[in-house]
């Protein structure tokens, strides 16, 4: 019973720094920036392997791959975030998410480690004009000299613009 409550009081507000403090987030890399997804939403790592691209899709979808009999549609974070050209190699990898039952793939430079952050190592993330909207960010993450951009992955893979998880589901 008590796992239903903790579920019922962090999806109340998704913002709020005390929700999501004290939850344990996996460190990726892009570029030069370092972010932070919750883990829980992580169903696996693996290394980047070639695609089956996808006629029409978006830029920032690679393509399929085939995971244990599951179509796992891949999506380049580097492209959607407009961080430069992608490139691939011994450190690029795919996590592969789960998202309200759904499984995709996105791909990043390379991960880091899982942080676990406190109620006052979370910071509101500022308003202003970034390459990612601030509607996908639940804050900012401070550990020592680093900061991690924290993202809201269940609202940036089922965001109108993405079109993954509304399709899939249709």
């Given at each position: ?10 999806a109340?507000d998704?913002?709020?720094g ?6 344990e ?7 030069k920036?370092?972010?932070?997804i ?10 980047y ?10 830029e920032f ?20 975030f407009?961080?430069?050209?992608p490139?691939?190699d ?21 991960v ?14 500022p308003e ?43």
């Open positions: 019973m008590q796992t239903t409550q903790q579920n019922t009081a962090s109340s998704d913002k709020s005390r929700d999501i403090a004290g939850h987030f996996l460190a990726f890399t892009l570029g920036e370092e972010y932070g919750d883990i829980l939403k992580v169903q696996e790592i693996r290394g392997e070639t695609v089956t691209r996808i006629a029409n899709a978006p979808i690679k393509g399929v791959v085939n995971l244990r009999g599951i179509i796992v549609p891949i999506v380049d974070m580097r492209i959607k407009n961080l430069g050209d490139t691939y011994q450190f690029t990898v795919v996590i592969i998410l789960n998202i309200g039952g759904r499984v995709v793939g996105m791909v990043v430079d390379s880091s480690d899982v942080i676990t952050l406190s109620p006052e190592q979370v910071k509101p993330a202003m004009g970034t390459a990612l909207n601030t509607d996908y960010l639940i804050g900012l993450g401070t550990i020592d000299q680093r900061m991690l951009i924290l993202v809201d992955i269940d609202k940036l893979m089922s965001s109108a613009e993405m079109g993954l998880i509304e399709k899939m589901a249709a």
